[in-house]
């Protein structure tokens, strides 16, 4: 996926979760951050971002703030890139597929439905922007909904049917993922319970730059790791 005339600036500050100044050239920019996580270690006075022109001349922020620069490689923190990365990607996965996004099943309404043959599959994008020392984490703030979207994948793989979370690492250059059992123990116990339960875990890392981001490569899934590490 391609942003079209971003532009970078310096991040000021953010006053609430949905706005955050920036400066670019000298001009202090009102700007939307697509994402509603801490992105604390992220978004950190003086740091690099990119901006995209908002889509809707009419709103009251004209930017987007969608990706950061942080120790030398851009992480993107579009809350919505993901879901778009995904659709790219998910053809390569399964090809031939018919690929259903936003598909509703009970109470619950998953990301995508992938028929495929007989074979059918029920699928969850989750972004990834927190990193600490190559170690990737979700999420970063806690996730009720995230929880409620992992009880509904394994209660259809409870009933026979396949299942999986695709977890979109939003950079490069990282070691492995795990769920951030600090922040949303819960989200971790329920990860756990899924797999038990036969939900496929996917992590792909992403090509990153201030105007693009492309799922790219596998990476290494622990549930549990060693507190020593």
């Not at 994402?35 to 709103?59: F, K, Y």
């Not at 597929?97 to 059918?120: M, N, V, W």
């Not at 116990?189 to 899924?194: C, G, R, Y």
Request: proline share 6%; with cysteine.
């Amino acid at each position: 996926m391609e942003y079209k005339n971003t532009v970078r600036g310096r991040f000021i500050d953010r006053p609430n979760r949905f706005i955050a100044h920036v400066d670019v050239g000298g001009e202090r920019l009102v700007c939307h951050v697509k994402n509603t996580g801490r992105c604390r270690e992220l978004l950190i006075p003086g740091a690099v971002v990119a901006l995209c022109p908002a889509q809707s001349p009419a709103r009251k922020t004209a930017w987007d703030l969608i990706a950061v620069e942080k120790a030398g490689r851009w992480i993107n923190i579009d809350s919505q890139a993901p879901n778009l990365a995904a659709a790219a990607f998910l053809p390569t996965l399964f090809p031939g597929a018919e690929i259903q996004p936003e598909y509703k099943i009970g109470q619950s309404r998953l990301d995508f439905f992938i028929k495929t043959g007989e074979d059918c599959v029920y699928l969850e994008v989750k972004g990834v922007t927190l990193e600490e020392n190559g170690v990737v984490l979700f999420p970063d703030a806690p996730t009720q909904r995230g929880t409620k979207h992992v009880h509904t994948l394994t209660r259809l793989a409870q009933e026979g049917h396949r299942a999986c979370i695709l977890f979109v690492i939003q950079m490069k250059d990282v070691v492995y993922f795990t769920p951030n059992r600090r922040t949303d123990p819960d989200f971790a116990a329920a990860l756990e319970e899924a797999v038990a339960a036969g939900v496929e875990l996917l992590a792909m890392d992403c090509r990153v730059t201030d105007c693009s981001m492309i799922i790219d490569a596998p990476v290494e899934v622990r549930l549990f790791t060693d507190k020593a590490e």
